[in-house]
Structure formats: structure tokens, C-alpha cells
């Protein structure tokens, strides 16, 4: 602060025409300057501006006492509250982190004292700042081709101990094929070429961002009424059926009708819930269904069927018979693929890719450190990358932008493959907090990737289809698994829940058949219509999953849900599929090109 005189107060106020001639006046200023840490210049115009409110007050030691007292005073006041506030909030975090760690210790032990003893403890391993990284972290991070700095992304962000103390790392927990002996590694050298496009091209394909919340009730109708119709003319000529009935008409007969299954009520389908809704062509109507003389069915809401059955009176129709739907045709290349050529090793991953209590990107590490290991020809990524449903996230405790957490997290994993050379593909999740939450979903935009970087990168829409070197993979990020298992009946089928989901979805030549969809499904069907069905059967048909991971083949069609990276504070799994092309053998019997396939454990 500068030094406050009587003269250079005297000098400031004739500039605005005060004449002050006494001394004991100038004292008085001088010694509020100096008590309230106020200089010269806004002394003087704090007085100016309180004398114009009070009609040109005279500068006398009664007013400038007045005058401390009505502004200064407050002024000073209010200086302290800031600085206060600004103390607090730079202590904030800390303390209000360290009361986070202890109202949750002291909620789980409340917690613990009404579990048995057998159980034993729940508590989470709780991470503070006072725990130091692991060395294989530390290791890591230090690398320049690796951006995954923890702390860049939460003032919280310490290594999860479950994590870091998980068992069974590299454990295989499913096979499937001729697993024995087999090489676990890429074919192609580092730079080498691999043949990846999407099967519907360029122009057919969700490449961008669009326009949605616009659609009406009678595009709605529309798009279901054509699913109707195009598989119901698909049952019809595969059953030879010669026409349908309206579903509502008196018959004495027996009829055969088409509809879509929905249920009568807001509440889960079953049994007695039962009603087939007929398209425009049939009537339009619905007609309540008793399912109790079918010896199996397997039904969920928005399946599209043809039954068979008695309807004598127009209103419940009494089903006999039940026909499922028929899939599509599986690829078939025209250009001719050698044969000599090793099998092609493709690793497919789930996010989340940070345990449920930190934000360090742990599981990406080693996997990445898996990838550099085993050096696949393809990575097929699905999100999410940056996870709503994270706590932090959630909370709002981050430092950055989701956005910039993302490209940071993209280009770890394109600078730590670079050596491999592998070809990475990065489907989004409707879970991805910066992306677009619509149904289907555009490919994500990374604008800052360099023209090397680009040219190993594919980005895709949720869902898609993608030809990988003649054979079809069948892509969703969406958790269609878990939707359908909460609204599927069935009876007597023989078969698990899971491979007559995958069957469904197949059989209705869609990756998201369910309707109405599931609440945190924002479904546009327009798009949905263009870009959400399958254009043939999948080779491989990628369904990750909340539900227990596995591989299974379904109608032809080898279904894997290779888990999430991550379960909640510690390691999930991760999928690697062996995959050789094989045309049909001279009988039309077609051999599947998935060689060999596991789930292993991060």
C-alpha cells in the first residue's frame, strides 16, 4: 500500500473541486485510509460518492465520522466476510472429502452390525490421499504415450484397493470351440492391412449426429406397423400360410393371425396379460390371448408372431399353435478369401473402464498392457468411457471436462497400441455422459486425432454392423440382455433365458426388439427404422452385459458377452475371439468362421 499523506489527500480532492484547508480534517482521512487498507484515490471517490447522496455535504470532521461509519465501516465488513468465504472454500475440499470418508465408514458399519457373522465385514476398502499409487500404476504413467494421470481428473482420485488387490487375474472363465493349443496372438505385422468397413457403407449408415425429440405418435405407428408387416410377410412365406385373419372376427374355425404381442396393463407381461395387437392390414385391433394350450412359448413385449387358434366369440383368441420368427441370411462374399492365412485375433472390451470408487483408469492400463502383450488384429471398444452412472460423476467431483476426460482417454489407448499397430474400434453406450443420449446412437467425434492416428481408428454407431475381413460382427452397447430378461415369459422351451433372448433378436432381425423400450432408452424410431435392424444374420453377434458373461451359439450365429471391464470396485473380464473365414462346403453347409473364443478376467 502506498504511503498516505495529508498533502496527497489535499491534491486529490482539488482535483474534484473540495477545498480542504484543516489540517485536524486531513488527519482524520489520513488515519481511516490507513485503518481501512484504502488508498488515496478511492478514499476520495468513496467521499465523493457519499456527499452527492446527501445534497454536496461539506467535508467537516462531523461528516467524515458520519462518513466512516455509513460506508466505511460496511465496506469493511464485507471485506472480511470475502476473505472468510474464500478460506473456506479453499479448505472445502479437503474437509468435506475427509467427512465423505467418514460418514460413509460410519454408514457401512452401522451396516455391518446387522449382518452375520458369517458374512463378515462388507466395509470398502476406502482410498485417501495418504495412500501412495501402486509402482505398476506409477510405472505406467509415467509414459508419455499414456494421459491417464489420476489426479488430472478428481482432487479424489486415488487407486481403488479392491482393484488393485482383485485374485485371478488372466483367469479363463469361458471357452468355447477348439481352445486347445491355440495362439492367442495377431497375424499381422504392426501397420498391416486389416479389411474393416461397415457392412450397410457410408451412405446407409449413421455417420453423424441428428435432429431428435421431434417425432410424432403417428411416425411411431407407422415404423411398428411396417416391422409387422415386413416379418409378418417373412413367416408367411416361410410357413406357407395363405392368408391372416383379423385378429377380432367371430370364426368358428380355426385362424391363423399376425400381431405384435404387448401386454394389457403398465405391469410386467405374463400369462394372463397376453394381448396380440393386429397391424392396420388386419384390422388394427387388439384381442386378449390364452396361452394355457401351448405346450411352449417364449413371448415378450413387441415380438411380432403368427398363432394359430380358435376365436368364436371376437374377443379372446384361444391359441393352438405359435410361430416363431425365421432369421436372415448370413453374408456370403463375392470375392474369394485365401485360405492359407493364419486365424485373425480380435479382443472385445466393455466399459466401465474405472472401478465404482475411483477415477483412475486402472482396468484401461492393463488392458492396454494386454493388448500390447497379445498384439490383436482388431479391438472392438464399446462404452462407456466416461460413465453416468460413476459416483464421482454423479457427485460432480471432477476437475475437467467429460469431454476432455474422454479424448485423453482415447488417445492413452491409440498412443499405447501404436507399436501393435492394431486396428481400434469404439462404439458408443447411451451411458457415456458426454455423448448423445438417443437411441440409435452416433458415432463419437474426435476431431483432434492425428492423420496417423485416424488411420487406425474406425467409429461406429450404437448398434451396427461391421465385415472384418469377410465376416460379419453384429455390434451393441446397449444392455438389450438385461431389458428383455425383465419382460420375457415362457414355458416349457427347454432352453436357457439367454439363448432365447439372443434367438429373438435374431429370429426379429433386430439388435433392440423390445417395445416399449426401457425408460433410460431414449428410442427415435425413424432412426431406429433406418439404422437399428439387422441388414443379415451376424457371424458373431457382440451383447455385452450386466448379466454373467458367456459365448454361446444360436442359430448359427456365435453370441458373446464378454462382461464389463470393470464390476463395481473390482476386475471384470474381457473377450478375444479366433476368427477365420470359411466359405461353404460343397453340400451348402456353412461352417462357422469363430475358430475359438474365451472370456478372461482382467
Avoid at 408387416?229 to 370364426?251: K, Q, T, Y
Avoid at 392390414?281 to 403368427?306: C, N, R
Wanted: hydrophobic share 35%; glycine share 8%; with cysteine.
Amino acid at each position: 500500500m502506498a504511503l498516505v499523506t495529508g498533502e496527497s489527500l489535499q491534491s486529490e480532492l482539488e482535483v474534484f473541486g473540495i477545498p480542504c484547508k484543516d489540517d485536524s480534517v486531513l488527519d482524520k482521512m489520513v488515519e481511516q485510509c490507513i485503518c481501512n487498507r484504502i488508498q488515496v484515490g478511492e478514499m476520495v471517490l468513496e467521499w465523493v460518492a457519499y456527499s452527492s447522496t446527501k445534497n454536496g455535504l461539506k467535508l467537516t470532521a462531523n461528516t467524515l465520522e458520519q462518513f466512516e461509519h455509513e460506508v466505511l465501516n460496511k465496506k469493511n465488513k464485507s471485506k472480511q466476510s470475502f476473505r472468510k468465504e474464500e478460506t473456506h472454500n479453499r479448505t472445502r475440499d479437503i474437509h468435506s472429502l475427509q467427512a465423505l470418508i467418514k460418514a460413509e465408514e460410519e454408514e457401512e458399519n452401522l451396516l455391518d452390525s446387522y449382518s452375520t457373522p458369517a458374512k463378515g465385514s462388507q466395509k470398502r476398502a476406502l482410498t485417501t490421499p495418504e495412500h501412495p499409487h501402486s509402482k505398476r500404476s506409477v510405472a505406467l504413467l509415467a509414459s508419455p504415450g499414456l494421459l491417464l494421470s489420476p489426479a488430472s481428473f478428481s482432487p479424489s482420485a486415488t487407486p481403488s484397493q479392491k482393484y488393485n488387490q482383485r485374485g485371478g487375474k488372466g483367469e479363463v472363465v469361458v471357452t468355447f470351440g477348439a481352445v486347445q493349443g491355440t495362439r492367442w496372438a495377431g497375424r499381422k505385422a504392426p501397420g498391416a492391412d486389416v479389411q474393416l468397413e461397415l457392412l450397410e457403407g457410408p451412405e446407409d449408415s449413421l455417420r453423424c449426429s441428428y435432429k431428435y425429440m421431434f417425432q410424432r405418435l403417428r411416425d411411431v405407428r407407422n415404423v411398428l406397423t411396417e416391422k409387422i408387416e415386413e416379418l409378418g410377410e417373412g413367416l408367411r412365406s416361410h410357413f406357407n400360410i395363405e392368408e391372416f385373419s383379423p385378429v377380432s372376427l367371430p370364426a368358428q374355425d380355426s385362424i391363423t393371425v399376425l400381431g405384435q404381442v404387448c401386454c394389457d396393463s403398465n405391469g410386467k407381461l405374463n400369462a394372463q396379460s397376453v394381448l396380440l395387437e393386429a397391424g392396420p392390414e388386419q384390422g388394427g385391433q387388439q384381442v386378449p390371448v390364452d396361452v394355457s394350450e401351448l405346450k411352449e412359448y417364449s413371448l415378450f413385449p413387441g415380438q411380432v408372431v403368427v398363432m394359430e387358434g380358435m376365436n368364436t366369440t371376437g374377443r379372446r383368441l384361444m391359441a393352438s399353435k405359435l410361430y416363431e420368427g425365421v432369421p436372415l441370411p448370413f453374408y456370403t462374399s463375392e470375392v474369394k478369401m485365401e485360405m492359407d492365412e493364419e486365424p485373425m485375433n480380435i479382443l472385445v472390451a466393455c466399459g466401465p473402464y474405472t472401478p465404482s470408487d475411483s477415477l483412475t483408469f486402472d482396468p484401461l492400463l492393463d488392458l492396454i498392457n494386454v493388448i500390447v502383450r497379445d498384439r490383436p488384429d482388431v479391438c472392438l471398444l464399446l462404452g462407456p468411457f466416461v460413465d453416468s452412472k460413476h459416483e464421482q460423476i454423479e457427485k460432480g467431483q471432477v476437475t475437467e471436462t467429460f469431454e476432455a476426460i474422454f479424448s485423453r482417454c482415447v488417445e492413452s489407448i491409440v498412443d499405447g497400441t501404436k507399436t501393435v499397430g492394431s486396428r481400434l474400434v469404439f462404439v458408443p453406450s447411451q451411458r457415456d455422459i458426454h455423448h448423445h443420449f438417443i437411441y440409435p446412437q452416433p458415432p463419437f467425434t474426435l476431431p483432434n486425432l492425428s492423420k496417423d492416428q485416424a488411420q487406425r481408428v474406425t467409429l461406429v454407431p450404437d448398434p451396427c454392423t461391421l465385415l472384418i475381413d469377410g465376416v460379419t460382427f453384429g455390434l451393441t452397447s446397449t444392455d438389450i440382455l438385461f431389458h428383455m430378461g425383465a419382460e420375457e415369459i415362457s414355458c416349457g422351451t427347454g432352453s436357457d433365458r439367454f439363448s432365447r433372448i439372443l434367438k429373438h433378436m435374431l429370429t426379429q432381425r433386430s439388435y433392440y426388439p423390445l417395445y416399449p423400450p426401457v425408460e433410460e432408452v431414449n428410442m427415435d424410431y425413424e432412426k431406429f427404422q433406418s439404422f437399428g435392424q439387422m441388414p443379415l444374420t451376424p457371424d458373431v453377434l457382440i451383447v455385452p452385459s450386466e448379466l454373467r458373461y458367456f459365448v454361446k451359439d444360436v442359430v448359427g450365429c456365435v453370441c458373446v458377452n464378454p462382461g464389463r471391464l470393470t464390476k463395481g470396485q473390482v476386475g471384470g473380464t474381457y473377450g478375444r475371439l479366433l476368427i477365420q473365414h470359411s466359405p461353404s462346403s460343397d453340400d451348402g453347409k456353412r461352417a462357422s468362421p469363430c475358430l475359438a473364443a474365451q472370456v478372461v478376467k482382467i
